[in-house]
């Protein structure tokens, strides 16, 4: 090869090694999710008829999940505990959608009440004959530090969001491999998969899950129309830190910070229903620099665990201060 020859080459290289970075730069999804946004199928086609339970439905993501799959013509089980809250967003899904109010049921659960998830499960396949999709979405975050809090709201963390979720998808997955069909969607989180302060419950709980659910996958491969995916946001918009549990149980936050520098639900949401009507199996959602964050985690936790140190000292110090510590990475922190 001549010299101008191996230059031509690593032009080219150079320049799609660029056109990778403005990638990332602007990337809010792992590059497999945002590869299926770009050429796989589309939720509106994959999705339309099918079943889909929803857990956390009365709020934040949960919600936004029933008005954009009821937009995709999916039908629904809605299931959270506050019932009033579930009717609104069953009146709002029928007002945007062109479903029936059959095509959607109202089903009161709360995931910390385990021996009703039988009969829960009976009755959404009394109403709609089978479940195609359960969405495992409903759970609870922390804002305490680990020395300040008592170990009972270490076991409600791990009772709401590990036990309760693999209780009720128990119920389901029978159902599920009966058919040969099916999808079981876990909601959790980049806690899930790294590390976060304020944080000790609810990254544990999240890694349980993540545990949980990369294991039943590899007991499914006789199943291959199953599809176990769990999902890992960053910070979305929701009203995830005004329920968090703090340093005791019934102790409500006291410092609800800045929404602003987390991704829109809509976003999240959206991205979620294209991995799940592309079979994706762990999505990673986030804005930068949380995305950035998971690809040093999972590639170079050397560096991650670094930079974890110096922002979770930062983080700590502001929460210490009584400022507002979730957005004290990005914005300048203000007390509330
Ligand atoms: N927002 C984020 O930044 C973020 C990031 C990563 C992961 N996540 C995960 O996303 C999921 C949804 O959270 P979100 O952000 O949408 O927060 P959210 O607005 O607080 O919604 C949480 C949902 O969980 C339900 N829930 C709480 N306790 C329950 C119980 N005992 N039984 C049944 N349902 C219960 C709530 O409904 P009721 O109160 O009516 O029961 C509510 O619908 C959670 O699993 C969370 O860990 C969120």
């Not at 709980?205 to 007991?219: D, I, V, Y």
Request: proline content about 3%; overall charge neutral.
């Amino acid at each position: 090869m001549d010299v101008c020859c191996l230059s031509a080459v690593w032009y080219l290289i150079a320049i799609y090694a660029l056109i990778q970075l403005v990638r990332f730069i602007f990337a809010d999804a792992d590059f497999t999710l945002l590869w299926a946004c770009l050429v796989g199928n589309k939720p509106e086609t994959k999705l339309k008829g099918l079943v889909v339970w929803v857990t956390g439905a009365s709020s934040g993501i949960g919600e936004e999940l029933a008005y954009q799959l009821a937009g995709c013509g999916c039908r629904l089980i809605l299931s959270a505990r506050r019932v009033d809250e579930l009717d609104r967003v069953k009146r709002c899904c029928l007002e945007r959608s062109n479903l029936q109010d059959q095509d959607i049921l109202v089903l009161p659960l709360d995931l910390l009440e385990r021996t009703s998830h039988e009969a829960k499960m009976k009755t959404a396949l009394q109403h709609f004959g089978n479940i195609d999709i359960l969405i495992n979405n409903g759970g609870r975050t922390q804002r305490s530090l680990c020395l300040e809090t008592s170990l009972d709201v270490y076991q409600a963390l791990m009772e709401l969001n590990f036990l309760g979720t693999a209780s009720l998808t128990k119920q389901v997955l029978p159902h599920m491999t009966q058919r040969g069909t099916g999808s079981v969607v876990t909601v959790s989180s980049v806690a899930g998969l790294a590390g976060a302060p304020l944080a000790t419950g609810y990254c544990a709980s999240k890694h349980a899950l993540q545990g949980f659910f990369n294991a039943l996958r590899t007991e499914l491969t006789d199943y291959p129309h199953i599809l176990i995916s769990t999902v890992c946001p960053g910070p979305v918009q929701s009203q995830i830190v005004q329920n968090a549990f703090t340093e005791e149980l019934d102790m409500p936050v006291t410092r609800v910070g800045d929404q602003e520098y987390k991704m829109a639900t809509k976003r999240c949401v959206h991205l979620i229903l294209v991995g799940i009507a592309n079979g994706v199996k762990e999505m990673w959602i986030s804005k930068q620099p949380f995305l950035l964050f998971n690809y040093m985690w999972q590639y170079t936790p050397t560096w991650a665990w670094a930079i974890t140190d110096l922002l979770g000292r930062k983080r700590v110090q502001n929460f210490k201060a009584g400022l507002d510590a979730d957005a004290a990475y990005f914005t300048k922190p203000k007390t509330s």
